[in-house]
């Protein structure tokens, strides 16, 4: 994948992999952070101190002394793997897709670093990203950020394991919490998604019934 062109309205698949293969979250607290940044960096104000400003809070906290939110991307979808993460992006704004990823690459690599006691970027260079120009297209971008790619992770066997027995699959991965699979199929809500576009593209909950084809026939090779 390269860089697509894209303007505001359009929609994104973007994967960002850690350099040289490397894992870009090692422990659970780094998941938990991940997901924290999806919310709190998608945001024209900018905390540079934002973990210590929401230490020891609720895990969506925002201080009531910083300005009022205002996004600047739509986060449709995410999951995060160990050593790379897929997000559904919309630009809402001119240049936001390329201002918050910026964030998020920077936040995470300057965490690792210190953390860890490393340095250089924790990231293989810029983002990539595929442009998404077709509702069909976008279904299957559903299915692949946010299943696919949860399964790959389903611990009785991955992928391969998961299209054995999708149903186990299926309750496994409306769990798993670092996927918006979870937030989509089950009772967890965060403020990190904006869901109207999933709610428009799969109405009387006919998800489960599209991703388990795309699963089950490697449909989703065709979006990659």
């Keep these: 994948m390269r860089v697509e062109p894209y303007t505001v309205g359009s929609y994104l698949h973007v994967i960002k992999r850690g350099a040289r293969g490397m894992n870009i ?14 919310y709190l960096l998608n945001d024209n104000f900018l905390d540079h101190n934002w973990m210590i400003s929401t230490k020891d809070e609720d895990m969506f906290y925002r201080p009531e002394e910083w300005p009022e939110r205002k996004p600047i991307v739509e986060v449709v979808a995410y999951t995060l793997l160990p050593n790379h993460f897929h997000l559904l992006l919309k630009e809402t704004n001119e240049g ?21 006691e490393e340095t250089g970027s924790l990231f293989q260079g810029a983002f990539k990203s595929k442009t998404c120009t077709e509702d069909t297209y976008l279904r299957y971008l559903f299915a692949y950020v946010m299943v696919k790619n949860t399964f790959e992770m389903y611990p009785e ?6 299209q054995n027995n999708f ?11 670092f996927s918006s699979l979870s937030e989509y199929t089950n009772t967890r809500i965060t403020p990190i998604l904006t869901k109207q576009t999933f709610n428009e593209t799969f109405p009387n909950n006919s998800f489960t019934s599209f991703a388990k084809d795309v699963i089950l026939s490697g449909k989703w090779n065709q979006i990659i």
């Design 167 to 177: 149903e186990d699959a299926w309750q496994w991965g409306s769990k798993y919490p």
């Design 25 to 38: 979250v090692r422990e659970e607290s780094d998941k938990w952070r991940f997901l924290k940044s999806l």
């Design 96 to 116: 936001g897709v390329s201002q918050f990823m910026k964030k998020i690459g920077q936040s995470m690599t300057n965490h690792a670093n210190i953390k860890y």
């Design 157 to 162: 066997g991955g992928l391969v394991g998961a």
